[in-house]
């Protein structure tokens, strides 16, 4: 008798990603290079040379790539250190209510090193990690920021745990194992965004992912019904309390949500709960050309669960103000941009940026929108002016840089460069997104060279 868990196993381990449509294979690819380039951008934060305590360096050694910060490791912890840099500045893309290529990248370079993978193979991994989270959401109503768990933390372990297995080649029975590890692996709190510990969440998830699919294959076990059990990981993580459980429910290999939902480029090193409202901002600025002498409140109507991701009115640190609305908008009326010279404790704890952040009124609606992403269907910016003229901006349904309105190859080239020249030289980070963009073609993963 099929089960959730057995059939995700077999999908993993049977997966091929030759069937895949052109946008899925556009999805793992623009995921991996925009992945790689804030994980480069984000290689000298505070948090990546904490993290980094707790690896063990292995000099000299072949098993990885050496991580962002120049230090070779065993692949476990060289996918800790480079999901912590890729989560740190909040830069990384968004899909499935979460970040997809931020455990995934780092996961599938590290361990794609150690086995020899191909740019082909690569691909196939992280093609076969996405759908595999994509498929196991469209089985919860609810959504698991609304339950306090990070969906990166909680259904990236398993993601990673399918790439690291695919990469292996384990067979339905070890990847059922695999899975069901990773299961016990998986977790992270919201409580914890705007803190260091945020970007662990991405660390330590592409690190479990490759410990379960190594662990499975060594011969550990778990549960062969650890999805679907009444005490499994599906139901002990449901929001809702009523997720689907049969075998039938779960279509995974009958859709391609990687070609449906794809990724979400970020423009702005900010929560993606505030996208929307600053695209609209910014709009608001640029046609009026507003300043902060001229605004008297700024107005923003959004979703009740962007709401409680965004849980910082008054940040005093610029980790704290990638998860505010109110700084946002200060940012773009003061600054005319939200970017990573605005994301500083300097800019965000400035006299006139704090004094902003009281102008700015936030009201919510329910969520209705799509399943991939728990947004209201759209984010309403007016702004009152102190002699009381109103200019409201159109509704905002996609942010710029979302699947539905996806950046060009020079614009993410161009993100890419700015992301990366904080770490390698300009010269070295052309070639770099060269090969990046044409993954397909590297024949060995050991060909890149990150640091």
């Given amino acids: 008798?099929?089960?959730?868990?057995?059939?995700?196993?077999?999908?993993?381990?049977?997966?091929?990603?030759?069937?895949?449509p052109p946008e899925a294979l556009h999805a793992a690819r623009i995921g991996i290079v925009d992945c790689i380039g804030v994980m480069?951008?984000?290689?000298?934060?505070?948090?990546?040379?904490?993290?980094?305590?707790?690896?063990?360096?292995?000099?000299?050694?072949?098993?990885?790539?050496?991580?962002?910060?120049?230090?070779?490791?065993?692949?476990?912890?060289?996918?800790?250190?480079?999901?912590v840099a890729a989560h740190v500045l909040d830069f990384d893309d968004v899909a499935l209510a979460g970040h997809?290529?931020?455990?995934?990248?780092?996961?599938?370079?590290?361990?794609?090193?150690?086995?020899?993978?191909?740019?082909?193979?690569?691909i196939e991994a992280y093609l076969a990690g996405y759908e595999l989270w994509a498929h196991l959401a469209e089985l919860e109503p609810g959504h698991l920021h609304d339950r306090g768990f990070h969906p990166t933390a909680v259904m990236g372990t398993l993601a990673t745990a399918a790439a690291a297995a695919r990469l292996h080649r384990l067979s339905p029975d070890q990847t059922t194992h695999a899975l069901a590890i990773a299961a016990s692996?998986?977790?992270?709190?919201?409580?914890?965004?705007?803190?260091?510990?945020?970007s662990l969440h991405a660390g330590r998830t592409a690190q479990s992912g490759i410990q379960a699919a190594?662990?499975?294959?060594?011969?550990?076990?778990?549960?062969?019904?650890?999805?679907?059990?009444?005490?499994?990981?599906?139901?002990?993580?449901?929001?809702?309390?009523?997720?689907?459980?049969?075998?039938?429910a779960f279509r995974i290999g009958e859709e391609w949500l990687s070609a449906r939902y794809g990724v979400n480029i970020k423009r702005y090193p900010t929560c993606y709960a505030t996208h929307r409202a600053i695209d609209a901002m910014l709009g608001l600025v640029e046609e009026h050309d507003l300043g902060e002498g001229d605004i008297g409140t700024i107005h923003v109507h959004t979703g009740v669960t962007q709401r409680l991701m965004l849980r910082n009115s008054r940040?005093?640190?610029?980790?704290?103000?990638?998860?505010?609305?109110?700084?946002?908008?200060?940012?773009?009326?003061?600054?005319?941009?939200?970017?990573?010279?605005?994301?500083?404790?300097?800019?965000?704890?400035?006299?006139?940026?704090q004094a902003m952040l009281e102008r700015v009124e936030v009201t919510v609606s329910e969520d209705k929108a799509g399943a991939d992403l728990p947004v209201a269907p759209y984010d309403?910016?007016?702004?009152?002016?102190?002699?009381?003229?109103?200019?409201?901006?159109?509704?905002?349904?996609?942010?710029?840089?979302?699947?539905?309105?996806?950046?060009?190859?020079?614009?993410?080239?161009?993100?890419f460069t700015d992301c990366a020249s904080l770490l390698l030289p300009r010269e070295q980070v052309e070639a770099l997104f060269e090969k990046l963009y044409r993954i397909e073609e590297i024949g060995d993963l050991r060909e890149l060279s990150l640091a």
Avoid: C
Wanted: net charge neutral; charged share 20%.
């Fill in 185 to 198: 692996l998986a977790a992270g709190l919201v409580a914890n965004f705007g803190s260091m510990t945020k």
């Fill in 380 to 415: 309403l910016v007016w702004v009152t002016l102190r002699d009381g003229t109103v200019h409201r901006h159109a509704p905002v349904e996609h942010a710029r840089g979302s699947w539905a309105r996806q950046l060009t190859r020079e614009e993410l080239e161009a993100k």
């Fill in 315 to 353: 940040p005093q640190t610029g980790l704290a103000a990638k998860f505010s609305m109110e700084f946002a908008m200060a940012s773009a009326v003061i600054a005319r941009s939200v970017g990573l010279r605005e994301l500083t404790d300097e800019f965000v704890s400035r006299a006139d940026v």
């Fill in 214 to 248: 190594r662990l499975a294959k060594a011969g550990y076990t778990g549960s062969t019904d650890a999805m679907e059990h009444r005490t499994g990981f599906l139901k002990a993580f449901s929001p809702s309390g009523a997720p689907g459980l049969e075998a039938d």
């Fill in 40 to 83: 480069l951008a984000g290689a000298r934060e505070p948090a990546v040379e904490l993290a980094a305590t707790i690896a063990t360096p292995v000099p000299g050694s072949n098993e990885a790539p050496r991580a962002v910060n120049g230090v070779s490791y065993g692949a476990p912890d060289a996918a800790l250190v480079n999901g």
């Fill in 1 to 20: 008798m099929s089960s959730i868990t057995r059939k995700a196993a077999e999908f993993v381990a049977g997966f091929d990603a030759g069937a895949a």
């Fill in 100 to 122: 997809p290529s931020t455990v995934l990248a780092p996961a599938i370079l590290a361990e794609g090193h150690v086995v020899g993978a191909s740019g082909r193979e690569a």
